[in-house]
């Protein structure tokens, strides 16, 4: 590439469907709680993806679906309803993680395709028993993808797409820093879980992180969190965490959450810096925006949708596109077994003050 301006046309970073009209539907929500109606549902509406019905654990939450998007099919009365349908294609299986496993095994069982949420585990014994209930679900010809919508966001997946193309040379190093404050925590089930910020929200950027630093290998892992000034005694999850990640190529990567930073305007940034040049960018809160710096040239570049609800979209429509041309998602929920592992090593660290966590032959 000889210059900032060799990439146009720029690839296209909104979400792909499958071409035919008759391949983006027989989608069933499995566990239609909040993400579902404020995320899965909006996009699946907005991008057409034909929803053939939901089913929640939790009748109430389901009360006023078909109200609310009249293009749903129906409420399933059971779990096993949903399964049982021939009209479904792929379960969308949105429920909490603890038991998430087992619903993708009954879902593969039943000979669904499956797009799960994320992260896909927090269970080591989970990783373990993957390759098994891939193979099988080889065996009956489904995919199963994980809903890693944060690969969607269009900063996000404009960088991607542009890595890919060499737009920077070879990446050195990943940063990104949160400059905003922290989604309402206490009192919520989010406050209960173990390490909450490395093992579930900061989940997208270990992930995307490790996506651009491929085909470099992670083969160390360190990770601390910890309470911040100010922050509330009845909260019980540290507020503030901080990632580091090292590559076998010497190519490195931080990820740091200060806590609930207060800012007039603001954003999530990030830095992908290479050897022929740096993306910088930001996502959430309006804050999108993804910069070109290579040759003396800085070319802002331009961006369409926002991170919610389109990347939801991205995620399915990816695992719908690879069902009709017969390969596996780019969110497979074997490539994302790599980033729960990156994260359970994380978890490790945290839980010993830092230490490096990792060896070649433990991380993908």
């Not at 939450?61 to 409420?75: A, I, K, M, N, Y």
């Not at 542009?162 to 404050?181: C, E, M, S, Y």
């Not at 309470?227 to 540290?238: L, M, Y």
């Not at 901080?242 to 076998?248: E, F, K, Q, S």
Request: glycine share 10%.
């Amino acid at each position: 590439m000889d210059s900032a301006m060799d990439l146009d046309p720029l690839p296209d970073e909104r979400p792909r469907l499958p071409d035919d009209p008759a391949l983006r539907g027989g989608v069933a929500i499995l566990g239609a709680g909040t993400i579902a109606h404020t995320a899965h549902l909006p996009a699946y509406e907005r991008h057409g993806i034909g929803v053939t019905g939901v089913w929640s654990q939790a009748p109430e939450t389901t009360s006023d679906t078909l109200e609310r998007f009249p293009s749903v099919g129906r409420v399933y009365p059971s779990a096993e309803d949903l399964l049982a349908d021939p009209e479904v294609r792929v379960v969308d299986i949105a429920t909490p993680t603890a038991g998430r496993m087992a619903w993708i095994e009954r879902a593969v069982d039943a000979g669904k395709h499956v797009l799960a949420q994320k992260p896909l585990t927090t269970d080591p014994a989970d990783l373990a028993a993957l390759p098994g209930l891939l193979d099988r679900a080889r065996e009956r010809g489904v995919r199963v993808a994980v809903n890693q919508n944060g690969r969607w966001a269009p900063a996000w997946r404009l960088a991607t797409l542009l890595l890919r193309q060499g737009a920077i040379g070879d990446v050195v190093g990943v940063t990104h820093l949160h400059d905003k404050p922290l989604p309402p925590l206490v009192g919520t089930p989010f406050d209960d879980l173990d390490h909450m910020l490395v093992t579930d929200y900061l989940m997208h950027w270990i992930d995307i992180t490790r996506t651009w630093l491929d085909p470099a290998a992670v083969v160390s892992v360190h990770a601390t969190d910890s309470r911040v000034p100010g922050q509330p005694a009845e909260s019980r999850n540290p507020w503030s965490a901080t990632i580091g990640l090292g590559c076998d190529t010497g190519a490195t990567a931080t990820l740091r959450i200060v806590g609930n930073a207060r800012a007039t305007h603001p954003s999530c940034p990030f830095w992908i810096h290479g050897t022929e040049g740096t993306l910088r960018g930001s996502v959430l809160v309006g804050s999108d925006r993804l910069v070109l710096d290579r040759d003396g040239e800085v070319r802002e570049l331009p961006l369409r949708g926002q991170w919610f609800v389109d990347g939801f979209a991205g995620t399915m429509g990816e695992l719908l596109c690879a069902v009709a041309e017969d390969r596996e998602p780019e969110n497979s929920a074997a490539h994302a077994a790599g980033s729960v592992r990156i994260m359970l090593a994380a978890r490790d660290s945290a839980d010993r003050g830092g230490a490096v966590i990792g060896t070649r032959g433990d991380l993908p």
